[in-house]
């Protein structure tokens, strides 16, 4: 297997992310997984402690765990490659989506710099909020 790939050694998997920072060791019975954390450095983490992430819409992976030493939340890209042993080795896993707003245009025209100053006036006035839900109950004349 060449470099960065799946190693068999005995009953050990081993697996080196792209990087070269992440390693993990999958031992029957027990799953031992170390990981970077961008503060500690090398952690040890139980497959239990990890969450693979999977994106549905451009299914790109990562790994989320929280490290046990510092309790900061690292997040890190993952290879397909290496999704795949997390998931065989037992890791928890979620699918995500990116925000539906994302796909969505609002409707009317877009804002103007002209739009912007007038509502920089309306906010001079302690009414503002009334005055907001005035102007919008009434449309915007033209
Ligand atoms: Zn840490």
Redesign the pocket.
């Known amino acids: 297997m060449g470099q960065g790939g799946l190693r068999l050694k005995g009953s050990v998997v081993r697996a080196d992310g792209q990087t070269g920072a992440d390693a993990w060791e999958v031992t029957t019975g027990m799953t031992t997984v170390r990981a970077q954390?961008p503060?500690?450095h090398d952690?040890q983490l139980g497959i239990d402690d990890l969450t693979v992430r999977v994106c549905a819409d451009d299914s790109s992976g990562s790994y989320r765990f929280m490290?046990p030493?510092?309790d900061?939340v690292v997040d890190r890209p993952a290879s397909g490659r290496i999704v795949e042993l997390l998931l065989s080795a037992g890791a928890h896993h979620e699918t995500w989506t990116w925000p539906a707003e994302l796909g969505e245009r609002p409707a009317g025209p877009p804002l103007t710099p002209d739009d912007l100053l007038d509502l920089h006036m309306v906010l001079q006035s302690p009414r503002w909020f009334e005055d907001l839900v005035a102007l919008v109950r009434r449309g915007t004349p033209e």
Do not use: H
């Open positions: 954390c503060t500690c952690v490290c030493t510092c900061q």
